[in-house]
């Protein structure tokens, strides 16, 4: 196994720290790609690119590396679905090894998923260190499985990069040391700043016959509003209510579209005159339907980050968000679980024919990545604080 943390600050000074990026989920392939891209010009770091298999379609998996340009995973750990218990216990049994075996420098975790958590275990038990981006990001609603996730990882990391000046002042609350914590900005708008020209070119409103700017866009999959019946059936009453007032595109995630079947709503969902359920779209032809929308209804965290740089009205269907940024920054408004609430709100929002104008938070400008890098290097030559021995 790997030496004493000491030990490892001092082998960090080596040319070329090797650091281990770790995705398992989708968005985790977001937020890394221009990382990844950032450390390859870089002198001091070389990376290896880690894939738990969290999410494991492989077709889905390989349209998101083709649109992220995305080079192959250099480990692939093969885990897949269990429960949250299960799925991290098999994350840690298949990356312990890994790591024994390369011996990174610091491992870089990315987001809130199962992969995060279970890699970020793995590599403080064995005392290398931990880089996390996202961090900070508080709902402060533990029955929710990415919260626990957030707080247990933030307590392990040894270099906090966040998004936000909230998070910041999240992490100073739980007892960060402020050396540890750099607000550097958000890595997934870099993602989609530079994709957007791509985008633009799918046209994917037009493939769907649809006019930009004329219909909602919907992306669902939370378990309160997914697991439960009442949670699913409330969903599939807003769809048919904002079907009436204009076409709705609803690109259906694998976990909506099982319990629906489940639980007999899919047929209802499928019938309902002016709503288009879709398949799960590639990154590029989902950034398109977001762009071109005239509203936006989620439960996505990431969703709510990218109609904010998109000025795009965003309903997010929870009682609380991790990311409050968007709302005071931006185009996102909670809306109240239960249908007539949601209703109500998506139609106050549509009778609103004034354009957003959101303001940008600071440093969502496409160059975090490039921050995280430095902050990386100075990391492998010593000038940032290593863990305590």
């Known amino acids: 196994m790997m030496g004493p943390a000491a030990q490892i600050a001092g082998d960090r000074k080596e040319a070329n720290m090797l650091v281990h990026c770790i995705v398992g989920a989708r968005p985790n392939f977001v937020k890394i790609g221009p990382i990844v891209r950032a450390a390859a010009t870089s002198r001091r770091l070389r990376t290896r690119l880690i894939h738990t298999g969290q999410h494991y379609d492989a077709q889905m998996s390989r349209h ?16 897949r679905s269990g429960t949250h218990a299960v799925q991290t216990a098999r994350i840690m049994e298949t990356y312990e090894p890994v790591l024994a075996e390369e011996q990174p420098g610091l491992v870089l975790v990315v987001g809130d998923v199962n992969s995060t958590l279970a890699c970020a275990l793995v590599a403080a038990k064995a005392g ?6 996202e961090a900070g990001l508080r709902s402060f609603d533990r029955t929710m499985p990415e919260e626990i996730n957030r707080i247990v990882t933030d307590a392990l990391a040894d ?16 007892g960060v040391a402020q050396q540890k914590i750099h607000f550097v900005g958000n890595v997934m708008i870099d993602t989609l700043l530079a994709s957007l020209p791509l985008a633009a070119e799918r046209r994917t409103a037009e493939r769907l016959g649809l006019v930009p700017g004329g219909y909602a866009a919907v992306t669902i999959h939370r378990p309160t509003n997914v697991d439960e019946p009442a949670g699913l059936e409330r969903v599939v009453t807003i769809l048919r209510a904002l079907a009436g007032r204009l076409p709705v595109v609803f690109p259906v995630h694998p976990r909506t579209a099982r319990r629906a079947q489940e639980l007999g709503l899919d047929a209802v969902l499928r019938d309902c005159p002016g709503l288009h359920v879709v398949e799960p779209m590639r990154y590029l032809e989902f950034v398109d339907l977001l762009r071109t929308a005239r509203l936006v209804l989620t439960d996505s965290g990431g969703v709510q980050e990218e109609t904010t740089i998109l000025g795009v009205p965003c309903l997010t269907l929870r009682p609380n968000t991790e990311r409050p940024v968007t709302i005071t920054a931006g185009t996102n408004e909670l809306v109240p679980l239960d249908a007539r609430g949601a209703i109500e709100a998506a139609q106050r929002r549509l009778a609103d024919r004034a354009a957003p104008q959101p303001h940008r938070p600071p440093l969502w400008d496409g160059h975090a990545a490039e921050r995280i890098v430095a902050v990386l290097e100075a990391f ?3 000038a940032a604080s290593p863990r305590e021995p």
């Not at 290398?128 to 981006?133: A, D, E, Q, S």
């Not at 270099?159 to 739980?174: G, I, K, Q, V």
Request: with cysteine; aromatic share 8%.
């Open 380 to 382: 492998a030559d010593g």
């Open 159 to 174: 270099l906090l990069f966040t998004t936000c000046t909230d998070a910041d002042e999240n992490l100073r609350r739980e």
């Open 64 to 79: 998101f590396f083709e649109d992220l340009n995305l080079p192959e995973p250099d480990r692939h750990l093969d885990v």
């Open 128 to 133: 290398v260190p931990i880089g996390h981006v």
